[in-house]
């Protein structure tokens, strides 16, 4: 055995979700990921490991050469021989039609080190997100997982067709949406009753799953007519008929509404599950990025003479972050800031302390500066006060407190940076219309998300794709970048964005 280890992990579905626990351990201790089409991209988003998506089709993998299955073993193999961690990430469960079994024995007769790290499988998890039970008492006492991918009416098929219509349970057919018509037919024939409920599911436990239900007979035309996509399951039995009473996940309040999220990418983590949880598919269209400052010696200065202070002011969970990670790395910690009181802009802000044990002195009621400089007046007069914040923001804090002879003295403890483009995916789904609302979430975001539109997603706003805005100071900077708002959040932050979106759909 060598130093280097695969694991073999099971990405789940399609729902970034349902990985399970030990998959993001592998995932987050990996020097190297090579992941198949069906993994949800969102999984990887907080991966710091080498990440590369292997083809063994051309479909949907424009710009990357096709590997075989010999290839993959064998980056599996020498990765591993120079002693890496390496994840071999694959849709489902890894064992379940996935390669995961060939893979496993090319490590084997290669004497590498390997584990097995089970998914959840596309039969469970779609027909769950159907309202499907393929073994519900009364309906199955059994469930056949099949290969749609051979032809039933070939003489050396596999599949012996007799067998599977008298079945006593539930049949799931994989990889079988081309194929349907015949898989239909050959059930038929074969004496499988014509009514049997039977539905495909497409794009499972995705916010683009669709499912068409139907008997037997008239699955291929309803499917055809629905357009229904891979990947696709078959799924035919007693059992689908309780889809019309436990369905759920079709129901959801933003279900299959595409949302672009514009804050920087390393701070949408909580915008993605929030996105997912309303049954929406979050698209990445970040305009900022967020980095540490170049120059950390005004912070320094200022931590070494906190004492000066009587207040410390944050008006972002970044500044938050920034500014006590900085305190500790330079060797103090929360003591150092015993004799200040606090304040926050807001409740996300004071979140972030919280989770440093600190509590905010003061939020105002409402999340803006203005708010802000007026509920700290009556409290500062003559006082100093250090404001950790962003290289870039509005000067509305000094100019305020300087009618109390208050001074204000910024450090900046981050930095913002104007994103120069977008992914080129993300980019065409803008431009195709396929997004439905974009939630601008500041100022500066409605600026450059302005900046960084192409003409052809520019045309699509007011169409296809409407903006939501996350409070009247940014409606405004948007429309002087030219953008119209289609809508407005009450409460400025991204709940209020989802809330405005929601209130827009189902008035
Ligand atoms: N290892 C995977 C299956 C790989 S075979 C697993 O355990 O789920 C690929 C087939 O899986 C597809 O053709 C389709 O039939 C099915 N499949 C995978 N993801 C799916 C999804 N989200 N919705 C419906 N079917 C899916």
Redesign the pocket.
């Known amino acids: 055995m060598t130093g280097g280890k695969v694991y073999l992990v099971?990405a789940g579905?399609?729902d970034p979700g349902l990985i399970t626990l030990k998959g993001i351990e592998c995932l987050q201790k990996a020097d190297l990921i090579l992941y198949d089409g069906?993994v949800n991209p969102l999984i990887l988003q907080h991966v710091s490991s080498e990440v590369e998506r292997t083809c063994r089709v051309s479909e949907g993998c424009k710009n990357r050469r096709v590997l075989q299955q010999d290839e993959i073993n064998q980056r599996l193999i020498s990765a591993a021989l120079e002693g890496k961690t390496v994840v071999r990430l694959?849709?489902?469960?890894?064992f379940?039609?996935?390669r995961g079994s060939e893979e496993a024995v090319a490590l084997r007769n290669a004497g590498i080190d390997y584990e097995v790290v089970p998914?959840i499988?596309?039969?469970t998890?779609?027909a769950g997100y159907a309202g499907i039970s393929v073994t519900h008492r009364a309906h199955a006492s059994a469930v056949a997982l099949i290969t749609?991918h051979e032809d039933p009416t070939k003489p050396d098929s596999a599949l012996d067709y007799d067998v599977l219509a008298n079945f006593p349970g539930t049949l799931v057919?994989?990889?079988?949406?081309h194929k349907l018509e015949r898989i239909v037919e050959s059930l038929i024939q074969s004496g499988k009753a014509d009514e049997t409920p039977a539905a495909v599911?497409?794009?499972?436990?995705?916010p683009f799953q669709r499912t068409v239900q139907s008997q037997l007979s008239k699955l291929p035309e309803q499917v055809r007519q629905a357009g229904l996509v891979?990947?696709?399951?078959i799924v035919i039995g007693d059992c689908v008929s309780l889809r019309d009473q436990i369905a759920w996940f079709e129901q959801k309040p933003l279900f299959g509404l595409q949302i672009g999220i514009t804050r920087a990418e390393e701070q949408s983590e909580t915008e993605i599950k929030r996105a997912l949880e309303l049954g929406a598919q979050p698209v990445l269209l970040p305009t900022i990025k967020i980095d540490a400052p170049a120059d950390w010696t005004p912070v320094d200065a200022a931590i070494a003479r906190l004492e000066e202070y009587q207040w410390l002011v944050f008006t972002s969970a970044n500044g938050v972050n920034y500014f006590l990670n900085r305190l500790w790395d330079t060797g103090f910690d929360a003591r150092k800031l015993s004799h200040l009181r606090i304040a926050t802009i807001g409740p996300s802000t004071a979140e972030a302390l919280q989770r440093f044990h600190l509590r905010a002195d003061l939020i105002p009621e409402q999340y803006r500066a203005e708010a802000l400089a007026a509920a700290l007046k009556p409290l500062v007069k003559n006082q100093k006060i250090l404001w950790a914040g962003a290289n870039r923001g509005r000067e509305v804090l000094q100019t305020e407190l300087a009618e109390v002879s208050a001074t204000v003295e910024k450090i900046v403890v981050y930095e913002n940076h104007d994103v120069s483009a977008w992914d080129t995916e993300s980019l065409k789904l803008l431009e195709s219309g396929a997004i439905d609302w974009v939630g601008l979430s500041s100022p500066s975001i409605a600026r450059n998300f302005g900046r960084l539109l192409t003409e052809e997603a520019r045309q699509q706003l007011g169409r296809k794709t409407r903006l939501v805005s996350i409070s009247p100071v940014t409606t405004q900077a948007a429309s002087e970048a030219g953008l119209t708002v289609d809508a407005e959040a009450e409460e400025y932050h991204w709940d209020g964005i989802f809330a405005a979106i929601q209130r827009n759909v189902s008035p």
């Open positions: 099971g579905p399609g069906l694959k849709g489902g469960d890894p379940i039609f996935g998914g499988t596309a039969a998890a779609a749609g057919f994989y990889m079988g949406l599911i497409s794009r499972g436990t995705t891979a990947p696709s399951l």
